[in-house]
């Protein structure tokens, strides 16, 4: 969606107001006349407001004249102000104090500052009472917002409710603008980037994008020739205070400092060659790049080199004299700042609105630039008062240790808590304009339980499993991903053998007369059939559609090898890829256009036959989810509204994922009675009753990749993928740790001979298993992808280790580590495995236990599934109650836009129901007597 249209230019702040009782807001505001030439700060706060519209106006791509027309106001502003002060008008500057000859206006006074705040303030409550216009309201806000930047520029301090407004002394005499502030410019920047990331994320047109791109740029250049120091999120600048011998050169940048953004710019050029943007781009920032070295070089008197400790700079005597007598104000900021940041996470917890977070953290900001310039060092929280990302931080104190008793290693994450970034050892190698490596570009930045969508299009991405198709709905799957698939295939196929059952493949076309056969079965396919309608550009005589399944490729010829009794059973599946063209919101593997599924389709002359498998081929469908993916499943059989089109009954396994409150179906298999065989005359002479014809009684079943998706969700976390070790690709990679410069040869080739000997002997033991030896990358950064891929055990090995004769086993599921004697890594490696395997399922079993309740009222029914949960409910088994309950549900909770079920719908009849039925019970609905406990929820 293109952003809001951007607001008319801002008015200067108004004159006095009449005694008159408080006047409502003007549509749009009208060009302020031009200011006093006795007030500087008012033109001042006049000019930036005016700015900020100019630039909302051609990011919004306002029309010409509305742009021109701003501009013209903008530039007379400017005209006026230098006619008043005598200097040019420059972005970033403070504010001119006013003249002598003015008195500063009093705390009671209407042209007070604090006072057009307090009244305006009033004005905005006023507004929202009475639940004005949104656009009304949107106008009071803004101009609020400017009076209260222009109180903080009066007073030096921000403005708050009920506070004792200062008031400044009258200066000697009209003083030009001092050095400019960087807290405003800093502010611009962080709000502009989140403007960009908002529209990136809504994937707004590209013009809109760029234009807003192009303004990030500019204000970021801008805040550098400002400060002199490149802008860094989350780390507001600090305030220049005046020192106290005037017109004394400023001391040049300490060294450390400039080490720091030799760093960042050695990112920006990795970060450029990486997402392939254009040459000059490159080129501009290389040649900031080179610049940064020689001033490093002028400054250190040697060389920068990535990775090496940058040299301390010079002590500063008036800061630490500043600092002295300062300590219970900086004590008393420091809990303000801490106090602040919990309230920012609270609300990012509850999912305030935009705004409000917005708010907070900007006032977060505020508070830490304000500490910084009071005490010389940026605001660290303390771990114990609850600092943000303890997840990630325990890994790296994880990480670090391991990397200690491996005896030094590569500078990895472990470095990462005193430099501020990881060492050249890590992804990028050692080179030229390679600094410290940054960690969010391996790991993951959205957090399961605060945003699912983010989350799992990040892991499946990053955890390498997919890559994106430009047909929208397909993907490609990756080893990673596929190596899971193949893990089920292996299992199912070997299982439905021992029932008899062969594999076989038939066409992936069908004709439309075939597909249309069975009216009620193709109903329900209808919207999602693919048609080929041309070859080249020849239209073709009839369409032909791709297989959305295949009943009707496969039943042809079923009814031409069925003439008796003995041709029967037919048992055939086979594994291929069906299309259905859907419409909805698609999700890789869990909705997608094109799939890859087993069908299993079998035809039995009496229908106990087929009853019996059915069930059979269920509880395999179970097994794979439970014996192999370690997640538990409900088995159960389907509401008529939800069975399989065509077929007499359906049975399913319903898997649940806690993170988004919603169920998702895993598998299903359908008795299909002798509906299909009437439409396709498989028939056969019934040996009972010579000379009568029989209609075969059939069955088919599926089970599709989106299991991929339903593993995923059910046992990821915030640091990525876990894989169950039945079905992961690696279940163990070894890691030598410990291997530097200082390490003699000797040892290192020792150390990597010790390494191969455990993979042989992991190998041996029938473990899936492999060394990562790759030199270019340190053991921090393998930790972290192999943590990310979502392997079970990883083992480290370092030269202690080799000296003590052991070596160290670390649990994906849950960071424990575990010290494993030389003789025993088999043993006690295959036996973490299944350790590893029986915890995920149990933790999962745990969540889907209290996830699912019984309610026998609609009140009830409603209350649990608002919670998340999945409910068991006394259901009569109509459709039209059906949709009753689906629509009462819906209501009004949009729970993730575009996504699929929004109401609570039948998932299945459990096999084992929570409650017994009652005698006389009544369905929810309360107008039709219950036929059985059904489970109801949220679903994929």
Known sequence: PAPAPAPAPAPAPAPAPAPAPAPAPAPAPAPAPAPAPNSAPDLFASIVAQGEAVRNLKAAKAPKEEVDKAVQQLLSFKAQFKQLTGVDYKPGMAPPTSPASTAAPSSDSSSCPYTRVSQQGELVKKLKAEQAPKEQIDAAVKQLLALKAEFKKFTGQDYKPGMVPLTPSPPTAVTPPSPPSSSDLYERVAQQGEVVRKLKSEKAPKDQIDAAVKLLLALKAEFKQTTGQDYKPGAAPAQKTTAPVQNQPSPAPAAPGLYEQVAE???????????????????????????????????????????????????????????SGSAPQAQELFAQVTLQGELVRKLKAEKAAKEQVDGAVKTLLDLKSKYKSLTGEEYKPVAAAGATGGEDKNRKERENKSEKRGGGGKKGRGDKASQGKESSGGAGGSGEGQGPKKQTRLGLEAKKEENLADWYSQ??????????????GCYVLRPWSYAIWEAIKEFFDKEIRKLGVENCYFPMFVSQAALEKEKSHIADFAPEVAWVTRSGKTELAEPIAVRPTSETVMYPAYAKWVQSHRDLPIKLNQWCNVVRWEFKHPQPFLRTREFLWQEGHTAFATKEEAAEEVLQILDLYARVYEELMAIPVVKGRKTEKEKFAGGDYTTTVEAFISASGRAIQGATSHHLGQNFSKMFEIVFEDPKKPGEKQLAFQNSWGITTRTIGVLTMVHGDNMGLVLPPRVACLQVVIIPCGITASLPEQEKDALLALCSTYLSRLLDAGVRVKTDLRENYSPGWKFNHWELKGVPVRLEVGPKDMQQKHCVAVRRDSGEKVTIPEAEVEKKLVTMLEDIQNSLFKKASDDLQSHMVAADTMEQFQKDLDQGRIVQIPFCGGIECEDWIKKTTAKDQDLEPGAPSMGAKSLCIPFSPLKTLQPGQMCVSGKEPAQHYTLFGRSY
Request: no cysteine; net charge positive.
């Open 265 to 323: 710019q050695g990112e920006v050029v990795r970060k450029l060659k990486a997402e392939k943007a254009p040459k000059d781009q490159i080129d501009a920032a290389v040649k900031q790049l080179l610049a940064l070295k020689v001033e490093y070089k002028q400054q250190t008197g040697q060389d920068y080199k990535p990775g090496s400790q940058a040299p301390a700079s010079p002590v500063q005597t008036q800061a630490s004299t500043s600092q």
């Open 459 to 472: 892991v499946i991405t990053k955890a390498e499993m997919i890559e994106y198709y430009d047909v929208s």
